[in-house]
């Protein structure tokens, strides 16, 4: 393919700015580029699908096309794939002495680590990576990362962890399920 034919990632997070914020002023602004740049982003996008990629009620974006949804859906995996790859090559250049660098399962990132307000603990903090367990896992292992919260390692079935890593449960979640007055587990419990 040549390169006249490719996606860009620039493209992508345009794509995705534009899809998110509903205006083009507002995700030129968002991305720090011009209008004209998101514009001229968006329509190298639609010539290579060959189809529009928003729907439009006069001049306002009102909507994505179906080709849209299934670029949206596509283009937020790669992009968070992009900000992984972009988070370890961090992890690869920062000094553990200096700053810890940690390796979590998303869940835990989102829900803990990303909210800590406490500005001697953030200073400690070096990057964050967030991953399945498996890659959370591999992370400790080859040494990307100094500390690693997933879900309980008793029950893994790897062999890394067992004997290697020492785990201790940080946090402990309750699970609440809901059902309707009428449903029969309402009744049971």
Sequence with gaps: MSKKNEITLSQLRAFKSVAD???YTKAASCMGVSQSGISHSLKRLEDFFETPLFSYNGRNISGLTPVGI???TCSEDIIVELNNINALADFSRSSPKE?????SINSVATSYLNNIKNKKIESCIGNILTGFEH???RWVVDGIADVGFTTDISNTVSQ???G???GKVAFQDELVVVVPKEHPLARAC
Excluded: D, G, H, P
């Design 70 to 72: 299934e670029l949206y």
């Design 160 to 162: 890394k962890w067992k």
């Design 135 to 137: 890659e959370v896992e």
């Design 21 to 23: 914020t509903q205006s």
């Design 99 to 103: 700053r810890l660098n940690i390796a």
């Design 164 to 166: 290697t890593f020492y």
